[in-house]
Structure formats: C-alpha cells, structure tokens
C-alpha cells in the first residue's frame, strides 16, 4: 500500500500562492496517475487536478484552470500543486492521491484508491 504525506498547507490572503507537495513511499509512483482532491468545510471532496504517470498530461477543473498547476517528479517520488491567484472559496483540505488503473483522467474522487492524511489551505479576504 502506497503512502502518502502531504505538505505546504497554510493561511494566505486573496492573491496569493502556495506550493504543496506530496510525497510517495512507494517507487510505483512513477507508473500512477495521480490527483488532488480537495473538502471545503461541509462539502463533499471536489476533483481539482490530476496529471498522468508520465506527467506529459493533466486536467484541471474549471474553478481552477489557469490559476493551479500540478506537476511531478518520478525520481524523487512526489507530485506537486502550486497554487496562485487563491481565493477565498479555495479554503479548503487539500488531499493527494492515487488513481485507479484506466481512469484517466479521474475527474471524480471515486476513481482514486489511496489518500494522503491532507493539509489545511485557507485563504482569507
């Protein structure tokens, strides 16, 4: 079982950014899609982004194309979301995690088998 451990959460005002990353203990890493998924307070968890095993393909939902880019790293096992632009309505725990054989793109939070514990982001206006 593949664990995850996700960092770089924090509090930021509107406009601003901030990196997370998550890191893999598992060298299959390198042959998954991964995603980040996210849980505004009293929502269900929302698909933000994933991006394929070889990371030459990703897909963003629409609250946050051209503002949040996911990239990764095979070699040192870690995949990573920088954020900009943040806004208010991206409060949220953000969870990384490993999607299921064949479902590229994984635009839903069910195609995805293991999860990080999460990080807290909030923005503030």
């Known amino acids: 079982q593949v664990q995850l451990v996700e960092s770089g959460g924090g509090l930021v005002q509107a406009g601003g950014s901030l990196r997370l990353s998550c890191a893999a203990s598992?060298?299959?890493?390198?042959?998954?899609?991964m995603g980040w998924v996210r849980r505004a307070p009293g929502m269900e968890r929302e698909f933000v982004t994933a991006?394929?095993?070889?990371?030459?393909?990703?897909y963003y939902a629409d609250t946050v194309k051209g503002r949040f880019t996911i990239s990764r790293n095979n070699a040192k096992n870690t995949v990573s979301l920088q954020m900009d632009s943040l806004k208010p309505e991206d409060t949220a725990v953000y969870y990384c995690?490993?999607?299921?054989?064949?479902?590229?793109?994984?635009?839903?939070?069910?195609?995805?088998?293991?999860w990080g514990p999460g990080t807290q982001v909030t923005v503030s206006s």
């Open positions: 598992d060298s299959t890493f390198s042959s998954t899609d």
């Open positions: 991006i394929s095993w070889t990371g030459t393909s990703t």
């Open positions: 995690a490993t999607a299921l054989p064949g479902r590229w793109p994984a635009r839903s939070r069910l195609n995805y088998r293991y």
